[in-house]
Each structure stands twice: as structure tokens, then as C-alpha cells.
């Protein structure tokens, strides 16, 4: 029996310090406790001190309902109140106990233990009620048993509900650094009307390329802070070269180039989280080329951050297929060809490859992504069937067949329609 015993123990043991949530946590523990005492039910009740309440969602059967009562009533709030463990032959003869909890359930409690639970402080963090034994009434035997469960239980509780804080303190975190990461490409789209959406157009790009690679979810995501903050440091450039129409002057362009190295200076001073320091070398490395020649660093190949070389292929597309100050759109022909040429030497061969897999709709997608419109089904399911490179063959054709024509046709109706949104 002895041996059967510390079998169900470790079990216990076991079980509850692998759980992770919270709610399944409190069931395993009661269904636990429930089995090794032979009773017909165990609720488990946590103490909130700020509002002086113990509650449960696993407490006298109710499956997920929460129920909630002054820590001063009934037996367990006289357990959690004292720290004392009692055990009960007669509930309704002893005037501690809550007789509203078994009025609001329809349950019948007749003899029980109640036990607090105890964190590795020796503070009460909770309170076991064991209910109905069935093989008469709660002995010290039992009585061990639960403080044995509770130990582990009081530390596993104490542990999930500190993992609970420290989760929602990084979730705020990250809504914090989300607001603070729009609030800065914002700052630049307030400069210039004209690349209005730039910044976030290259992320969604970015973020399919990413895919197209499979690289996993962090990773896409500092992607996607770093695109978003790739131009930053345009807030240093004057605004009579920012917003200059027509050509760039020698001297202009060196000024725009500066951009890269603020931008990088500007990340590597704000330490919001660990992960800024690769957002800072991502973002500084998009005008970086795969054969040496960009700048800021004029890094080569795997030099450059794959992360840069990613947001170098974004950057380029996005500029090209937006109207600039200084130029109109590019056709999408001459625009992809631009793309195709650079492969090994502006841009990486490998995440070439990507982008020019990714499918046509989700390309357009973007494209129209600052100006309200949206695909029509019936032109999403053309486009979805041809990736970005079958585009650029059939681009290619000096001889078209009807299907062909239609996607070419669907396609342009959306880039040039992008084109008016602008008043061109």
C-alpha cells in the first residue's frame, strides 16, 4: 500500500510540474488529489490578496466556471485566514462552513479536509478542499497525503503564476515596442508624402520573402522590425534633397547615402530589447550589393547580414514600382528585369530565387496594399497560379496565348490602377 502510494505521489509530482497552464494545472492537481484520497471531489482555490477573494475554475465539479467568494467565508477562507488544516465528519453541523457554495451547485457536501497551500515561502498562496471521502471519514493518514501533494503543488502554482506576470509583462513589451516601431516609420512618411507607405510595404515583402525561405518566426520577425526601420535614418537628410524633383546632384546623392549610417547609429542607441542590436545591422545593410560595391560598409556576399540581403531585394522592388519624386513608376517589365539582372550582384542569388517564387497575387497584394483596393477573387485565383517567374517569362514572349494575355491583363489592371490612386 506504502509502495502504491509513493507510486501515485511521484506521479502527482510529475504530472503537475509539467503542466504549463494554469487552468489545466489546477485540474490536474484536484484530479489527482481526488483519485489518491478516494473522495468524489477536490476544488483548488487560489488566494487573491488584492481583492481579499479565494477563486477557482476547478472548484466542486463546475468544469470551467469561475467562482469567486470573500476569503473570510466559509471553510476554506477560515483555512486560508488561520492556516490551519481541518477536517470535517459534518459540514452542516459546523458553523464554518459556506452552505451558498452547495446551494449554488446543487452538490451535497457531508465530511471534508481543507488544507492551505503553501508557496516555498511558507506564504498561503491557496487552499485545498477535499469533499465526500468514500470510504468514510478524512483521516491524519490523509492529511499527510495532502500536505505531501501540497508541497509540490504550492511551488508549481507559485511558479506558473509568476510565468503568467512575466508573460504579460513581455506581451506588454512588445505592444510597446510595436507602437514605438510605427511611431518611428512614421516620423519619416510625415516627411515625405510621396513615399507614403514605403517602410511598410517593404516589410510585407520582406515577410514573403521570408516564407518563400522558411525561416522560422523570430527570425522573420526582426525582418520585419528592421524593414520597417530601414529608413529611419532619413530624418538627418535635408528635405530640399529628400524631396527634390528630378536628378540628384553628386553631392545630393552623398548627402541621401548618409541616411544608412544615421539610421544605424540611431538603432545601435536604443536598447529596447536584445534583439535591437541585429534590427540595427539588418536595417543599415539593405543599400549593401552582393558583389561589394553598395555602402554604407561596402560589406561582400555573407558579409552582409541575411537579413540586409533580404531588405536590399525588398527596398529595390518597392522604389521601383512607386512613384519617386524624381521619376514615375517603372513598367513591371523593365521593373522585374532590373530584379532578374541584379541576381549575384546587387542582390543574392538564393533570395532572388525566393521573391521571383513568390505567387503573383500576393505580389499585387502589396502593390495596392496603401490604396484601398483589393483583389476580386476571380482575379486572385488567376494570379495565385503563376508565381513572379512565370510572370517574367510570360513577359518575355514575343508570342502570347489567350490564358497568357488574361494575366498579363489582370496584372496591369492592378499596377496601373496603383498608378492613378497617386493622381498620375
Not at 469567486?68 to 477562507?77: M, P, T, Y
Not at 542590436?277 to 550589393?289: L, P, R
Amino acid at each position: 500500500q506504502n509502495t502504491t502510494l509513493l507510486l501515485a505521489l511521484s506521479k502527482i509530482a510529475r504530472t503537475i510540474n509539467a503542466e504549463g497552464n494554469l487552468d489545466e494545472l489546477l485540474i490536474t492537481i484536484a484530479e489527482q488529489t481526488k483519485q489518491v484520497l478516494n473522495a468524489d471531489r477536490c476544488s483548488v482555490f487560489l488566494l487573491d490578496k488584492e481583492k481579499n477573494e479565494l477563486w477557482s475554475k476547478v472548484a466542486l465539479g463546475m468544469d470551467s466556471e469561475e467562482i469567486r467568494f470573500s476569503a473570510d467565508k466559509g471553510f476554506a477562507g477560515y483555512v486560508a485566514k488561520t492556516g490551519e488544516t481541518i477536517k470535517i465528519q459534518d459540514a452542516y453541523h459546523d458553523s464554518r462552513f459556506n452552505k451558498e457554495i452547495d446551494k449554488h451547485t446543487g452538490y451535497k457536501t457531508y465530511n471534508m479536509i481543507c488544507m492551505p497551500i503553501r508557496n516555498i515561502k511558507y506564504d498561503i498562496i491557496g487552499v485545498f478542499q477535499v469533499l465526500n471521502k468514500k470510504d468514510g471519514d478524512f483521516t491524519d493518514a490523509d492529511e499527510d497525503i495532502l500536505l505531501a501533494i501540497g508541497t509540490n503543488a504550492g511551488i508549481a502554482i507559485e511558479n506558473n503564476l509568476l510565468l503568467n506576470i512575466q508573460q504579460k509583462m513581455i506581451q506588454e513589451q512588445q505592444k510597446l515596442f510595436g507602437g514605438f516601431i510605427d511611431t518611428l516609420a512614421a516620423s519619416i512618411d510625415a516627411r515625405d508624402k510621396i513615399t507614403l507607405g514605403h517602410s511598410n510595404r517593404v516589410r510585407l515583402y520582406s515577410e514573403l520573402i521570408s516564407r518563400q525561405l522558411g525561416l522560422n518566426k523570430d527570425i522573420t520577425e526582426i525582418i520585419s522590425k528592421a524593414a520597417m526601420l530601414h529608413d529611419i535614418g532619413k530624418i538627418g537628410i535635408r528635405d530640399a534633397v529628400l524631396q527634390k524633383k528630378g536628378s540628384l546632384t553628386k553631392e545630393e546623392y552623398e548627402h541621401i547615402k548618409e541616411h544608412v549610417k544615421i539610421t544605424y547609429d540611431i538603432l545601435c542607441k536604443t536598447n529596447m530589447n536584445s534583439s535591437f542590436s541585429e534590427i540595427a545591422e539588418i536595417a543599415a545593410s539593405h543599400h549593401e550589393k552582393y558583389d561589394g560595391t553598395g555602402y554604407f560598409r561596402g560589406l561582400k556576399g555573407e558579409e552582409i547580414p541575411f537579413g540586409g540581403r533580404i531588405l536590399a531585394v525588398s527596398d529595390v522592388f518597392d522604389a521601383i514600382t512607386s512613384v519617386r519624386h524624381y521619376r514615375d513608376r517603372m513598367p513591371i517589365k523593365e521593373a522585374l528585369k532590373i530584379m532578374s539582372d541584379g541576381r549575384n550582384k546587387h542582390f543574392d542569388g538564393k533570395i532572388i530565387d525566393a521573391f521571383f517564387s513568390i505567387p503573383c497575387d500576393l505580389i499585387t497584394d502589396v502593390l495596392i496594399s496603401e490604396y484601398k483596393l483589393k483583389l476580386k477573387e476571380t482575379d486572385r485565383k488567376v494570379l495565385s497560379s503563376v508565381t513572379l517567374k512565370n510572370f517574367w517569362d510570360i513577359l518575355n514572349k514575343t508570342s502570347l496565348n489567350k490564358e497568357e494575355k488574361k494575366i498579363i491583363d489582370i496584372f496591369n489592371s492592378y499596377y496601373v490602377r496603383n498608378n492613378t490612386a497617386l493622381g498620375n
